[in-house]
């Protein structure tokens, strides 16, 4: 159990390794591929129970995520908990900021995050949005046939559509009266015809009528009627000949505040025939113009305040429109975006403590960021080192060796090149009157002392000289003795805090004076 745990824990840190990138750096598609194929067939033949087992016991699970971004309100930054190794996709919310295109976030290390990239502790992003760069598309005039377009804009970056362009009808032809030419014996003549003033395309074509060629042609009359704009009726006559077309020798009628719809034919009985465009004459006509009253709208005035132009946004001048067709009466142009206006957000240098950031760029109007700041690792300490000349030792003052110190750590180092680091300790020079005397001296001086005092036991024919010379030898070593060990206690104990030495010093001097009251014994009973 234990090797199938540790196989699966060794293909999620593969998978997760080559997910993250080494070394900060995203790895490619084949990198990825082949670790991914590998772990899965390490994890393929196990059981959910063994992945669940697996699971609970492979330490922490959840992780911290940051995501940052500028919003409707200010700066938003937000701490989320996933799990250990998820999708960041999947609990990433989609910002929405007006006129802003959300793009997607983005890591600390510049990569854009996808479907593919895992969570981790610590990680941070930043919402990358896209700010459309307004580009006029021109308008294109309406002409008589052919319909126009309204001014419109585009992204220049991205190619959306920011103003759509809308339609303008066609003008429709400005006829005038191409007027009648009557044929003689010799010459032909035409019929009336139209063309537009604006664009000069022939709408009526002028027919060719033949020569009368000196014979009598049959003539008939034609009557006409309409009513005038005050409804008064207005007739006239024009003659046509027999196999003519009647529309030939019609007028044009024009009449204010009516359209007009066709000629009809009114026979003696009023039936009513409409006049064609291939009707010919054949007698006597009387026609009679049908015309129409077009449906009257009113606008009604509504004055609208002009919106100033934004960065990203369109404005319009102050204006007026019908409150209810909603056509524009006056005024109401466009004002086209402004754009944004720059500013640099300085560089923030990282220090071997402190993160730092690398210059970006916001909106000095808006506010909007234009070039997210990236975050820039904490440096690598590098020490600084000074060199500290060397304080010799006194008899009563400890010196110091010289030694190289770094400005930023305090560390202590023996050479420039700080590859052999120092105690504190290790810099100290002792003071010259602090030099300690082998504690192993003293019990051999004892000793000694002791065979001496002990003499007389055996040479009991000299007593008084040798116990005088003991006593005297005696009374010297003590007093000498007495002195070493004051001068050593003087000399080691207050600047050492060493009592060895003294204790050494006391215990001889006992010995010393134990040997003077066994000899002065020897003698008092002898």
Not at 136 to 148: I, L, M, R, W
Not at 186 to 206: A, D, F, P, R, S
């Amino acid at each position: 159990m234990k090797s199938r745990m540790l196989k699966k824990v060794t293909a999620m840190l593969i998978v997760g390794a080559f997910a993250l990138g080494t070394i900060g750096t995203a790895a490619t598609a084949e990198e990825v591929a082949a670790p991914e194929t590998e772990a899965v067939e390490m994890l393929e033949t196990e059981t959910a129970e063994e992945l669940l087992e697996l699971n609970e016991g492979a330490g922490e699970t959840e992780c911290h995520v940051t995501y940052c971004y500028n919003g409707e309100g200010g700066f938003v930054s937000e701490t989320i908990t996933v799990p250990a190794g998820a999708a960041v996709l999947d609990y990433l919310p989609t910002p929405a900021v007006t006129g802003k295109v959300f793009r997607g976030w983005r890591t600390e290390a510049g990569v854009m995050v996808d479907a593919s990239t895992a969570a981790y502790d610590g990680m941070t992003v930043a919402a990358v949005f896209h700010t459309h760069k307004p580009s006029v598309v021109p308008g294109k005039e309406a002409t008589c046939t052919e319909p126009g377009l309204t001014e419109g804009s585009v992204c220049e970056t991205c190619g959306e559509i920011l103003t759509a362009q809308g339609g303008i009808p066609a003008k429709g032809h400005d006829e005038e009266i191409l007027p009648r030419v009557e044929p003689t014996e010799t010459e032909t003549g035409l019929t009336e015809g139209k063309k537009c003033k604006v664009c000069g395309i022939v709408t009526v074509e002028q027919q060719v009528i033949p020569a009368t060629g000196g014979e009598e042609t049959e003539t008939y009359t034609v009557t006409y009627a309409y009513l005038d704009a005050e409804q008064n009726l207005v007739t006239g006559t024009v003659p046509v000949r027999k196999g003519q077309l009647v529309l030939e020798v019609l007028p044009t009628v024009s009449v204010e505040g009516k359209e007009f719809q066709h000629w009809v034919i009114v026979d003696d009985e009023g039936n009513k025939e409409i006049v064609t465009d291939s009707m010919t004459a054949n007698g006597n006509l009387y026609v009679s113009a049908v015309m129409k009253r077009p449906s009257v709208h009113t606008h009604t005035p509504v004055e609208v305040d002009g919106v100033a132009a934004t960065c990203t946004q369109d404005g319009r001048n102050p204006g007026t429109i019908c409150g209810e067709c909603g056509d524009i009466l006056q005024g109401m142009e466009v004002i086209p975006a402004k754009g944004h206006t720059e500013e640099v957000i300085p560089e923030v240098p990282a220090t071997e403590k402190e993160t730092g950031l690398t210059e970006g760029k916001k909106c000095s109007v808006c506010g909007e960021i234009l070039k997210v700041q990236e975050v820039i690792p904490v440096l690598e300490h590098t020490h600084q080192l000074s060199f500290v000349d060397g304080v010799p030792a006194t008899e009563e003052q400890d010196g110091t060796a010289a030694h190289y110190v770094c400005s930023g750590c305090g560390k202590l180092f023996a050479d420039s090149g700080a590859s052999q680091e120092l105690s504190t300790e290790d810099i100290v020079i002792k003071a010259v009157g602090k030099t300690e005397e082998p504690e192993t001296e003293e019990p051999e001086t004892e000793e000694s002392e002791t065979e001496e005092t002990e003499e007389p036991e055996t040479e009991e024919s000299e007593p008084e000289t040798k116990g005088s010379e003991t006593e005297k030898g005696g009374t010297s070593r003590s007093d000498k003795n007495s002195n070493s060990a004051a001068s050593s206690d003087q000399d080691t104990s207050p600047n050492t805090g060493d009592n060895t030495n003294v204790f050494g010093w006391l215990f001889a001097l006992l010995a010393s004076g134990a040997a003077v009251v066994y000899v002065l014994k020897k003698r008092i009973f002898a």
